[in-house]
């Protein structure tokens, strides 16, 4: 059964489509028979309740269109790759442990393995946790493409930040460019064999259990007490600006020389339950807490 997708924010019909086909294709890399590199690092019971019930829950398309536009640039990126000889959208997959794990080896050339995200300047800045899971991920990735014959010894990830706003440059912690490089931490094979496996014998532990017998997923990948600092006009406004120190906070004040402000602190607890977890409502742990 395919998934099912909402358009409340009416996006054209087109992307809507286009964005709904980009979701089914890596939908296709994670089912009972076989598991994507990166579904290794997803802790099991989110990986679990995903694929089990992937029929039920309708995604929001208009929610999807960053995940999209990073695929898209690897599609344009292989269309263009003629001239450099790189290795771009290619699938790969091994066997390891008993199972079968695919990889989709976005874009390789002398050496490195490259990623493309797409990403707001503030997620960018505060999504500490999101880069720590994109280690682990490109590490499963280097791993599987390691066994398929690939020498790598440098991983990047870029991150396009669609919101960057030139006029910024300077502010505290505001990135200089639209395109930030982040280098990649890289295992070397053994230590990546040993990840993998682990991780593997993890999934496969959970994978007769009924949902609620799943161990909830770790606090640290609930992305656990965000500490957020709102410049607030009026508390019954929105913030003027959410910013990820006081410091920040501080100079946003400082330079839009603005008057009879406040700043309140919030805390985001388990924010990937809250915001970003496609399973919850078949999830024990986040009924129990928060529905
Ligand atoms: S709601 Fe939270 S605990 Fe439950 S599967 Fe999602 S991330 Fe894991």
């Not at 964005?19 to 019971?45: F, G, R, T, W």
């Not at 505060?126 to 398929?148: G, M, P, T, V």
């Not at 496969?204 to 709102?230: G, M, T």
């Amino acid at each position: 059964m395919q998934k099912r997708f909402s358009n409340e924010k009416k996006i054209p019909h087109s992307l809507e489509a286009a964005i709904a086909s980009d979701y089914e294709k890596n939908l296709q890399m994670n089912n009972e028979d076989q598991m994507s590199a990166y579904s290794l690092v997803e802790d099991p019971k989110e990986r679990l309740l995903k694929m089990r019930h992937h029929d039920i829950n309708v995604l929001e398309s208009h929610n999807l269109i960053n995940a999209f536009l990073g695929s898209a640039i690897h599609i344009a990126m292989d269309k263009s790759n003629s001239k450099f000889n790189a290795v771009s959208d290619k699938h790969l997959h091994c066997y390891v442990h008993g199972s079968n794990i695919n990889a989709h080896l976005k874009y390789y050339f002398r050496e490195c393995l490259e990623e493309y995200i797409c990403e707001t300047v503030e997620s960018y800045k505060s999504n500490i946790f999101q880069i720590l899971d994109w280690s682990k991920k490109l590490n499963c990735l280097c791993y599987i493409a390691r066994r398929s014959g690939y020498n790598i010894n440098k991983i990047l990830l870029n991150i396009i930040l669609l919101d960057w706003d030139e006029s910024r440059v300077g502010e505290d912690g505001y990135p200089l460019s639209r395109v930030v490089s982040r280098n990649i931490s890289i295992m070397d094979f053994l230590e990546q064999e040993g990840y993998v496996f682990e991780r593997i014998r993890l999934h496969r532990r959970y994978a007769h259990l009924e949902d609620d017998k799943i161990p909830d997923c770790e606090a640290e990948q609930r992305w656990p007490d965000v500490i957020k600092y709102c410049v607030c006009r009026n508390s019954l406004q929105r913030p003027a600006k959410v910013c990820d120190t006081m410091e920040e906070a501080d100079q946003y004040i400082f330079t839009n020389r603005l008057k009879n402000v406040t700043i309140d602190i919030k805390t985001e607890k388990d924010l990937k339950c809250m915001k970003y977890c496609e399973c919850k409502k078949q999830c024990d742990f986040w009924i129990t807490k928060y529905n």
